[in-house]
């Protein structure tokens, strides 16, 4: 697999990664979240020229198509994963992580990896457990993550129990 800062003339083919994966939370009563747009093209691009977009490309070789996506911000001395998904065509191969892992080592400096995620939903929080994150008690959010969780809840995201969640830096991560 390979990760690497997508090409402009890939982002439509993030949006459609962000679309497939979205449908799994139609079965959990979720349609909302499915119907959900994916990020612009514009967002995309910022994140992009910012060097906090990364797309993994899997099986089909060089050239191939990404399977999955990531883009991260800072906040708070952390790297923030703001989105990661993989096309369901391709989930359960480590893509998730390796992006992850990948993200962290282009975050030099930063202490830790946050998220925010949906507590219950198999594939949020108990994965990103598994990952080594844990969940953050209320009084443990940073003021940024105060207010991405105040974002989220204003997008009416909060009908369903959100955790926000950190994973300590790995030593002598470098993404590589």
Same mark, same amino acid.
């Given at each position: 697999?390979?990760?690497?800062?997508?090409?402009?003339?890939?982002?439509?083919?993030?949006?459609?990664?962000?679309?497939?994966a979205?449908?799994?939370?139609?079965?959990l009563?979720m349609?909302p979240? $499915?119907?959900?747009?994916?990020?612009?093209v514009?967002?995309?691009l910022?994140?992009?020229?910012?060097?906090?977009?990364?797309?993994a490309y899997?099986?089909?070789?060089p050239?191939?198509?990404p399977?999955?996506y990531?883009?991260?911000?800072p906040?708070?001395?952390?790297?923030?994963?703001e989105?990661?998904?993989?096309?369901?065509?391709?989930?359960?191969?480590g893509?998730?992580r390796?992006?992850i892992d990948?993200?962290?080592?282009?975050g030099?400096?930063?202490a830790?990896?946050?998220?925010?995620t949906?507590?219950?939903?198999?594939?949020?929080?108990?994965?990103?457990?598994r990952l080594?994150?844990?969940?953050?008690?209320?009084?443990?959010?940073?003021?940024?993550?105060?207010?991405?969780?105040a974002?989220e809840a204003?997008?009416?995201?909060d009908r369903?129990?959100?955790?926000?969640?950190?994973?300590?830096?790995?030593?002598? $991560?470098?993404g590589?």
């Amino acid at each position: 697999m390979r990760i690497r800062i997508p090409a402009a003339s890939e982002l439509a083919a993030l949006q459609e990664i962000e679309r497939a994966a979205g449908e799994a939370f139609r079965a959990l009563g979720m349609a909302p979240v $499915a119907d959900d747009d994916p990020p612009g093209v514009g967002e995309l691009l910022r994140y992009r020229a910012a060097g906090r977009l990364l797309a993994a490309y899997g099986e089909s070789g060089p050239g191939g198509p990404p399977v999955g996506y990531l883009f991260w911000e800072p906040v708070d001395g952390c790297v923030h994963i703001e989105q990661v998904s993989v096309h369901p065509d391709h989930a359960r191969r480590g893509i998730g992580r390796a992006l992850i892992d990948r993200a962290e080592g282009e975050g030099r400096g930063a202490a830790a990896l946050t998220l925010t995620t949906f507590a219950e939903v198999p594939w949020n929080a108990p994965y990103y457990m598994r990952l080594g994150f844990r969940v953050l008690a209320d009084g443990e959010l940073t003021p940024g993550l105060r207010e991405i969780r105040a974002e989220e809840a204003r997008r009416g995201l909060d009908r369903w129990p959100r955790v926000g969640m950190r994973r300590p830096r790995t030593a002598g $991560a470098d993404g590589r």
